[in-house]
């Protein structure tokens, strides 16, 4: 990652905590450095504000007067280049402080290879066969419940088909009834049919 340079020279201590589970990886010999990215930009910037302040300090000495002869020492106004530089010394300081105090946030690690995985990678490897089982069992269960809305949903449609064919089928019965009522010479109910002579 590339460090971007901060624009104050002012020292900002942020309080920042440890990488879970970087002990896991801890290794005194290892090729990778594990740490939080917000300690890593802090740390950038305390980089930049320090060499924004060495070329402001070159700058001063370049700048400084160079007495001919060791009897004429800066005094008076001289002084105040020189009181800035103690200055920038003491902000330098701290700048280094800081930055020393950032770096001991960070671990030297191995990360696992191939053939060699942590405790934390079998984990993470028995997490995720225990989502697919459940994703697995979440698509049975979605699966059978749709078939069973096409199954009610089926038994109602025959049903209204039984109904109507049921209603309809009564219709037929009493317009045939009617029929047969009204036929001439047909029987009435409650009258009898005439007595041949003879019987």
Request: contains cysteine; positive net charge.
């Amino acid at each position: 990652l590339p460090c971007h340079s901060g624009s104050s020279v002012t020292s900002n201590p942020c309080v920042s905590h440890l990488v879970a589970g970087h002990r896991l990886w801890a290794n005194t010999s290892g090729w990778h450095v594990l740490g939080l990215t917000g300690d890593y930009e802090a740390l950038c910037q305390q980089i930049g504000q320090g060499q924004k302040l060495f070329a402001e300090m070159a700058l001063q000495i370049q700048e400084a007067p160079r007495p001919a002869s060791p009897e004429l020492e800066p005094k008076g106004p001289h002084l105040a280049p020189l009181s800035r530089f103690v200055t920038s010394v003491g902000t330098a300081r701290l700048i280094l402080e800081e930055a020393a105090r950032l770096l001991t946030l960070f671990w030297r690690v191995s990360l696992p290879t191939n053939g060699q995985c942590t405790l934390q990678c079998e984990q993470t490897g028995e997490m995720k066969a225990e989502i697919t089982k459940l994703h697995k069992k979440l698509f049975e269960q979605e699966k059978k419940l749709q078939n069973s809305v096409k199954l009610l949903q089926l038994s109602k449609h025959q049903e209204k088909v039984i109904f109507d064919q049921l209603v309809v089928t009564h219709k037929i019965l009493r317009k045939a009834r009617g029929n047969l009522e009204l036929r001439p010479g047909g029987a009435h109910p409650g009258t009898s049919s005439p007595s041949r002579p003879g019987s």
